[in-house]
C-alpha cells in the first residue's frame, strides 16, 4: 500500500496515476487569499491540494473536481479519513462540464494542471490524461476557471518555466493578471524549472520571488519555512 503521511493528514496514492510530488506541496503551502469561503481544487488527483486547503482556511467549503473515477475514490477516501470531511465535496466529472453547468462561484481556484505539450504519449490512459495537456488545455483552463471566479478571486497553479510566456499571453486574453509569482530553482547550481504563478481579475503590482528547494544535501531554510505546517520534517 502506498501513501503519504503529513503532520494532520495521510494521502493513500495506489489508485492514482499522479502520486504527491514536491510540485502540488509547494502550491499548497503558496497560494494564498485572506478569507475565501469557496475553494475549487481541479483535478485532484489523489487529493493534496483539497487537504492542505482544508487544514489552512478553517472557514472554507472545498470542491474538489476528479476526471478519473479511480483516482476520485482514492481521493474521496482521504476526504473521508481526514479531519474537514464535512468540508470537502468531491465531484467525478470533467471540470469543463462542471465549470458550464455549476452555479456555483469560487474565491479561490487552485491546480497542478496536466502540462506535457506535443510529445510522445505514454500508453497508460490514465496517465495520458493526467500529464498531458490534450485533455486539458491551458486556453480551456483560463476560459472555464474566469466563468465561475468570483470577482476579486485568484487562480493558483503552477507550471513549468517553458510556458510562461504562453500562460501570461493566456491569462492576458481573459483579462487575468499576474500578481504573485514564485519561481522554483532544484539547487543552486540549477535555472529555475517551476513557476508558482497566482492571477486575479483585478490589477495589482507583481511581486516575484525565488526559492530554492536544496542546498547541497539539505533542503532549504525558506522550502521548510514553506512546507513547516505540513511536511513531517520540516
Given amino acids: 500500500m502506498s501513501f503519504f503521511r ?9 489508485k492514482t496515476p499522479m502520486k504527491v510530488n514536491t510540485d502540488s506541496v509547494m502550491l499548497g503551502g503558496w497560494c494564498n487569499h485572506n478569507f475565501p469561503s469557496e475553494i475549487l481544487d481541479i483535478g485532484t488527483g489523489t487529493g493534496i491540494l483539497a487537504l ?4 489552512r482556511f478553517l472557514n472554507a467549503k472545498i470542491t474538489a473536481i476528479e476526471i478519473l473515477p479511480e483516482a476520485a475514490e482514492e481521493a474521496k477516501h482521504n476526504f473521508r479519513l481526514s ?16 465549470a458550464t ?7 479561490l481556484i487552485i491546480t497542478n494542471p496536466p502540462y506535457f505539450e ?18 486539458l488545455s491551458y486556453d480551456e483552463l483560463f476560459y472555464f476557471s474566469k466563468s465561475i471566479l468570483n470577482k476579486k478571486g485568484k487562480i493558483s497553479l503552477v507550471i513549468p518555466v ?26 543552486e547550481k540549477k535555472p ?9 481579475d483585478s490589477q495589482a503590482n507583481l511581486i516575484e520571488e525565488n526559492i530554492k528547494i536544496r542546498n547541497q544535501n539539505d533542503y532549504t531554510n525558506e522550502y521548510l519555512k514553506l512546507t513547516r505546517d505540513f511536511y513531517l520534517f520540516a
Fill in 6 to 14: 503529513f503532520k494532520q493528514f495521510t494521502v493513500y496514492q495506489d
Fill in 192 to 200: 529555475a524549472n517551476r513557476i508558482l504563478l497566482e492571477l486575479s
Fill in 162 to 187: 517553458s510556458v510562461i510566456d504562453k500562460i501570461l499571453a493566456l491569462a492576458d486574453k481573459y483579462d487575468l493578471f499576474p500578481i504573485r509569482r514564485l519561481n522554483i530553482f532544484p539547487n
Fill in 52 to 55: 492542505m486547503a482544508a487544514q
Fill in 83 to 98: 479531519h474537514w470531511s464535512d468540508r470537502i465535496e468531491l465531484i467525478n466529472d470533467d471540470f469543463r462540464k462542471f
Fill in 118 to 135: 506535443n510529445q510522445l504519449l505514454p500508453n497508460d490512459e490514465y496517465l495520458q490524461i493526467a500529464k498531458h495537456t490534450q485533455n
Fill in 101 to 107: 453547468f455549476t452555479k456555483q462561484k469560487f474565491d
